[in-house]
């Protein structure tokens, strides 16, 4: 699977160039299971080329009312942290790291219009390293969400950022905090068509008893 590379800030042309950097993410994939689909979609925010990009995509339709839902089944994350190069956003020194003590979040919102439904902030866990990359997923309690659970008939956005800290050496160690760029997609929910009409029926039938 090809990756491409984000710094927090800026783009690099290639993985290769991650080098050079400070600190910045590699990959940032979500798992989904659309609603009324049986395997598992991936769209990513940043990295993994051939899938498509969160931003600007839509989920699809989620039928509450026949039990649907939008899962999150997981969230693939990859960053690292390198001493050299230029000093980081956000950082106080160009000498800083990851290790096995740093966290990270994927931060969810959902909105309709401008108007904030909810914001949620799920762990993510490292699972393993490669040389100065570490690599996480979501909390196992935090997989498999429905996203569409609670929510009302209508049109919704669905924001995904990742936050993480890493470590700098200023004379002693401290930590300071990354933040990638925000990716937005859409989804709707919808009633059923047959409840719709059963609906429809149940509204002329009570007419009639009225007359």
């Known amino acids: 699977m ?18 050079l950097a400070d600190v910045g993410v590699v990959e940032a994939t979500g798992a989904f299971q659309l609603a009324g689909a049986s395997s598992t979609s991936y769209v990513s925010a940043i990295g993994a080329s051939a899938n498509p990009r969160i931003e600007g995509y839509d989920f699809g339709s989620v039928n509450a009312l026949t039990g649907q839902s939008l899962l999150l089944q997981n969230w693939y994350f990859e960053n690292y942290a390198y001493n050299g190069g230029s000093t980081p956003a956000g950082a106080a020194t160009n000498n800083n790291w990851l290790d096995g003590a740093n966290v990270a979040a994927l931060v969810v919102t959902i909105k309709t219009g401008s108007t904030v439904v909810s914001s949620n902030t799920y762990s993510l866990y490292q699972t393993g390293n490669s040389g100065n990359n570490r690599f996480w997923q979501l909390a196992v309690a935090s997989q498999n969400t429905n996203l569409a659970a609670g929510l009302a008939n209508g049109s919704y956005s669905v924001e995904f950022t990742s936050t993480f800290n890493a470590n700098q050496w200023t004379g002693s160690v401290s930590q300071f905090n990354a933040t990638t760029a925000t990716s937005t997609g859409s989804f709707t929910v919808v009633p059923a068509p047959g409840a719709l009409a059963l609906l429809g029926v149940a509204g002329i039938v009570g007419a009639r008893r009225r007359r």
């Open 2 to 19: 090809k990756i491409g590379f984000f710094a927090v800030v800026a783009a690099s042309a290639s993985l290769a160039s991650a080098s």
